[in-house]
């Protein structure tokens, strides 16, 4: 959004409630030591001095009443802080007013050893800033606003805020690029869990093939053990009943044996691919 032009006016006419609380919270405040002030219990965003508090209190209520007027609320996060943001969709900008001081004189208090103390004083500029205060990573959208020798910030409102919209704008593109980025991350992951799954799958099929074919190999050699044993046994009672505990070790070993073969049951092997028995969709 492209604002050409927002005027100040040059009187403090039925003012904002923010305008209000931060003009008392001005009233309440004292002079730091660079000749500034804060307000004090809350109000918007601002560091003045004495004499520029009228001007900053004009440039914040024609902001407060611009914004309202154009369906955009300026929101105050913090109960009595005077932390600013413009709510713009589902973005937040803060916005602040900073008036800067200058050194104006360096005198020594004391020297200890290697070391020298300075009484400083400083002198405020007179000179205010318009500032957005918003990270914004890699972006080359314009974030201050000062007082020139030609011009002042009052005439540099409407860039002030044309720029709130681009830094919302990038911040909300940024957010979408943020959730597309992680939704991608998202599903490359699961892409690569899903084909280490199936290969997984692949090879414990094929150790299962090779385990099987083992057991059917062991199964015969078994048998044929047990019938060495069973004519062995044979010939030594000329047919005659066998001694109970080896007829039980004859009836154990043949049931393992069969047990073994993974045949006995007359079910045929099959095959299937793992990706036809897995699907992307359960994997977590």
Known sequence: MIISEIKVKKNLTKPHPLTVKTRDGLKRSSTDEYGMKKPWG????????????????LIIDTLCKWFEKNGYKIYQP??????????????????????????????????????????????????????IDNYCWECSIRKVWNDGKKSKVEEKLGEFVSAIFEH???????????????????KQRKLQKYQDTCEALEKQMLEDLISQSDNSNKSRELLAYIDEVKSLAQRQYNDEYY???????????ENYAKELNPLTKGILPSYKKATEILNLEDIK
Do not use: C, M, Q
């Open 42 to 57: 809350g109000g918007f965003d601002l560091r003045v001095s004495k004499n520029n508090e009228r001007r900053a209190l």
């Open 78 to 131: 913090f109960p009595e802080s005077i932390t600013t943001e413009v709510i713009i969709g589902d973005e937040s900008i803060r916005i602040k007013i900073e008036e800067k001081s200058k050194l104006t004189a360096k005198t020594v208090r004391e020297t200890w050893s290697n070391y020298t103390f300075y009484d400083r004083e400083y002198t405020p500029t007179e000179k205010l800033s318009l500032i």
């Open 168 to 186: 919302a704008k990038n911040k909300h593109e940024r957010k979408l690029r943020e959730v597309a980025e992680a939704l991608e991350r998202e």
């Open 243 to 253: 001694p109970i505990e080896l007829r039980a070790w004859i009836i154990w070993a």
